[in-house]
């Protein structure tokens, strides 16, 4: 089971969903929930920050690596074929000299298939990190990617590989990045239900309404909203979600007392902990809806 | 002409509420032009209602598709894709869209040439007028890919319009991340405004997009949005700026004003003279 906490917008409380649901179920059920094995990964490898919330042990670390062609000067005869096959202009042949621009490259290895003499081989380029360890006995994992790098979806596909191992019987929460093009379609693929967290504001709507277009109608993945920050803007969330028959599961009210301990990085359920039977209430809810 | 690019790293800390009222602000003394570089998530246009003029197409790269005719299911595709985007289901090859990254490895591997690659139609881009000045934006359709490159067209375009009509000021609403779009959206700024709140997840995050300002060597202010919510933190948020030599250029506390601005469809400097307004006023004295 894979729930995915996705926005549109950031900082409308993805990592604040995300965590607190997991910290619920964990403390419900002692690491399981009714069986199964909780994982957590954080998938927004450009500014990742569930780790500050959930303070895991972690105790493997592992660099993600991109495959970046190296031109062997000897057997190259400047034919030029690997700049032709390059659909991200990466690679250039200029007289005698082969170019390979580095952040350009998406090392699909095309390059080195197509070179006629073999020339091409391809060598691991860090690009960020991915590590792992638990919070109590619940896994957890993230990524990050290095400063200046500009593709992020090949970290997200690392930190997805670790937390989906076993996800027929884990009950896998993903933390997703804002946004609404790659690397949250890369977090989101494959997930069972995308929980979409959203503020009651024009902001909120606009971007609530990109994300559900991509996990439902692209994705074809079951969505339903959490309503964060309630009472700070006007009731348009619940027009919207009337209109277009989306569940909303959760109603989390504009309250200093969350954004303060947030600040300092407390979770609800420590700062507030009648909200825990709340979460796992939220958690409930989504099994119903995936069982429709 | 003057580039600045408002970024935060960490999303929802108020960039384009500051973006639109900065550009408020510039257009009473200034020639603007106006450019939304979020967009996955284009917001700016939602507090400046713009009228748009000009709708070009973005086709931001190509697809694979498998001809099931010619498809003889040799597998090799499936083998060379290095993003899983091929699939099989019962015997039957085809290409998720959705995570073909266009790099066209099968297209040229395929022995029985049953792969074509076609052009993708992966958003809009707009040149619109507000009351502040030409705005350049976008949408990016759902799911797609190359927010980045679209990020460039919208800018250049920008850049183009901004030197024919010899503006003074071009503000860029960033996206959030510190990825290909980020990168995109300062190329060639003069100066980016980070956005931070006081809390620990934006003080983490302040840290990986000035680190990628530097990278960009673009000189960097701040301003703490929502001060109030954490003294201690906004404290911490200043001293780390005396620390490395960067212009704390304003600290606005939280004002329900800046959501009632919103839902007016207006920049808060436009739609109120409070506190909010003049902290916003002074930033703008001292980023200009």
């Known amino acids: ?292 | 002409m003057k580039q600045i690019v408002v970024l935060s790293g960490k999303g929802g800390t108020g960039k384009t509420s500051i973006a639109a009222s900065l550009a408020h602000l510039a257009s009473r003394t200034a020639s603007i032009v106006l450019t939304d570089a979020d967009v996955d998530a284009s917001n700016l246009e939602l507090v400046l209602t713009p009228d748009r003029f000009v709708e070009h197409e973005f086709v931001g790269g190509q697809g694979a598709f498998v001809d099931r005719d010619l498809c003889i299911g040799c597998d090799t595709c499936r083998q060379v894709c290095r993003f899983d985007a091929v699939l099989v289901e019962e015997g039957v090859y085809r290409v998720d869209d959705t995570g073909c990254e266009g790099c066209a490895a099968c297209f040229y591997q395929c022995p029985a040439d049953a792969i074509e690659m076609r052009d993708r139609t992966s958003g809009l881009w707009f040149r619109s007028e507000t009351p502040y000045g030409t705005l350049f934006h976008a949408h990016l359709f759902a799911g797609q890919e190359n927010s980045g490159k679209l990020v460039s067209v919208v800018k250049q375009n920008a850049l183009v319009w901004s030197v024919e009509q010899r503006t003074e000021y071009m503000i860029v609403d960033g996206p959030p991340g510190i990825g290909c779009p980020v990168i995109a959206a300062c190329a060639g700024a003069q100066l980016a405004v980070l956005v931070v709140e006081p809390t620990v997840s934006g003080i983490h995050d302040l840290g990986r997009v000035l680190a990628t300002t530097d990278h960009f060597q673009i000189p960097a202010a701040v301003i703490i949005n929502k001060c109030d919510v954490n003294a201690a933190r906004t404290d911490e948020i200043a001293a780390y700026c005396a620390e490395h030599e960067l212009p704390l250029v304003g600290r606005i506390p939280f004002d329900t004003v800046v959501t009632e601005a919103m839902l007016a469809a207006q920049p808060v400097t436009a739609y109120s003279e409070g506190p909010i307004a003049r902290e916003l006023a002074e930033v703008w004295s001292a980023l200009a």
């Not at chain 1, 303070?55 to 062997?72: F, G, H, M, N, Q």
């Not at chain 1, 074929?81 to 621009?101: S, Y």
């Not at chain 1, 407390?266 to 979460?279: D, G, H, K, M, N």
């Open chain 1, 1 to 292: 089971m894979i729930i995915t906490v996705a926005s549109g917008k950031g900082g409308t409380g993805k990592t604040t969903v995300a965590t607190n649901l997991a910290l619920s179920l964990l403390g419900a059920g002692d690491g399981t929930h009714r069986g199964s094995r909780l994982v957590f990964a954080d998938c927004d490898v450009e500014e990742p920050n569930a780790a500050l919330f959930l303070r895991p042990l972690l105790s493997e670390k592992e660099a993600v690596s991109l495959l970046i062609p190296a031109v062997d000067t000897e057997s190259c005869t400047y034919c030029g074929r690997c700049a032709e096959v390059c659909q991200f202009h990466a690679i250039a042949v200029v007289g005698q000299k082969v170019l390979v621009f580095d952040e350009l490259c998406h090392g699909c290895g095309s390059c080195a298939l197509e070179c006629p003499e073999n020339a091409i081989e391809e060598s691991p380029q860090a690009i960020g990190h991915v590590e792992q360890g638990r919070v109590g006995s619940m896994v957890f994992c993230h990524g990050e990617m290095n400063i200046g790098v500009p593709m992020a979806t090949p970290i997200i596909r690392q930190v997805k590989h670790i937390a989906l191992e076993h996800c027929a019987e884990d009950t896998v929460i993903l933390d997703a990045p804002p946004g609404t093009s790659c690397p949250v379609v890369e977090t989101l693929r494959g997930s069972d239900y995308a929980l979409m967290v959203t503020e009651p504001t024009p902001f909120g709507l606009h971007d609530l309404a990109l994300a559900i277009e991509v996990a439902r109608d692209v994705l074809g993945i079951p969505v339903g909203v959490v309503i964060n920050r309630e009472g700070v803007g006007d009731d348009s969330i619940d027009a919207y979600c009337r209109e277009h028959q989306i569940p909303i599961l959760m109603r989390i009210p504009l309250d200093r007392r969350i954004a303060e301990a947030y600040s300092d990085g407390i979770p609800i359920v420590s700062a507030l902990p009648e909200y825990q039977e709340r979460f796992v209430a939220l958690y409930d809810q989504i099994m119903e809806e995936c069982a429709r």
